[in-house]
């Protein structure tokens, strides 16, 4: 069965090479918290084929610095007011806040950029 989504957060952000198991146990926390208050997918990818460019790239739009990789990161919804919702409950979710208190960031949130978009082609296929 195809999902249907009508609007997704993205994110990109770096992360320490030695901090990447923290951050990926982070995510794996963010993850179920989206999706108990209903987000329909919750995705975080580390860079693989990421070259620095001549004029923009991921590496240089989070200011990448040496022992550092990039996550490319998303989640889906049924539409932005499902979003704001959807939101609004995770952000106020204690496994969040516990996440947030913790001692150590695992990432820069200060070079980490994200938006929300209104898809323009959403097409897939079921294995």
Known sequence: MKKSFR??????????????????????????????????????????????????????????????VVFLSWITYKSKAHRDRVLKKAMSDPRLAELMNSREMPFDGMRMFWGGFKPVVSDSRSA
């Open 7 to 68: 609007y997704v957060d993205g994110f990109v952000l770096p992360v320490p090479k030695s901090k990447v198991n923290i951050y990926r146990k982070w995510a794996k926390v963010s993850a179920r918290v989206w999706l108990d208050h209903g987000a329909i997918d919750y995705v975080e990818c580390i860079a693989d084929d990421v070259k620095p460019g001549k004029v923009t790239s991921f590496p240089q739009s989070v200011k990448l610095k040496k022992g550092e």
